[in-house]
């Protein structure tokens, strides 16, 4: 890969991983209220990142990627995010796993994953 290039790749994460960092604050903070109120960890996590993904999606549409927001790029970006917060949450559940090791967890897999799939899908320029 050309240096330019590798440069600007690590620009761009850097960036997504700052707006991350506030995500992530919004994420954690909702998933704890949640299941404080009873709410079990699956449906925790979907609520706390459905908040936490309209921040992300706005902040890096205009921040990160410079690119046009539009209803079907944040309808793609929420369902498959969301559909992987769901299944992190169902996993802890099923396996009985303590909230900060569910929000650990999601929360390193969803930073990459969600650069991946928000800079080749989502906000891919045709």
């Known amino acids: 890969m050309h240096n330019s290039k590798r440069f600007s790749a690590i620009a761009l ?3 997504f991983a700052s707006v991350g960092v506030l995500n992530t ?3 954690w903070l909702s998933f704890f209220a949640l299941t ?7 449906l925790s996590n979907l609520i706390a990142f459905s908040v936490a993904v309209t921040f992300s ?20 970006f929420t369902a498959f995010m969301g559909s992987l917060a769901f299944l992190f949450g169902f996993l802890a559940d099923a396996w009985k796993l303590h909230e900060v090791v569910t929000l650990v967890l ?5 930073l990459v994953v969600g650069f991946l799939f928000s800079r080749y899908i989502v906000f891919k320029e045709v």
């Open 13 to 15: 994460f850097s960036k």
């Open 25 to 27: 604050a919004i994420h």
């Open 57 to 76: 999606f706005f902040a890096n549409s205009k921040f990160t990627f410079n690119s046009k927001v539009s209803v079907n790029r944040y309808l793609i």
């Open 36 to 42: 404080y109120l009873g709410y079990d960890q699956a």
């Open 106 to 110: 999601f929360s390193g897999t969803s």
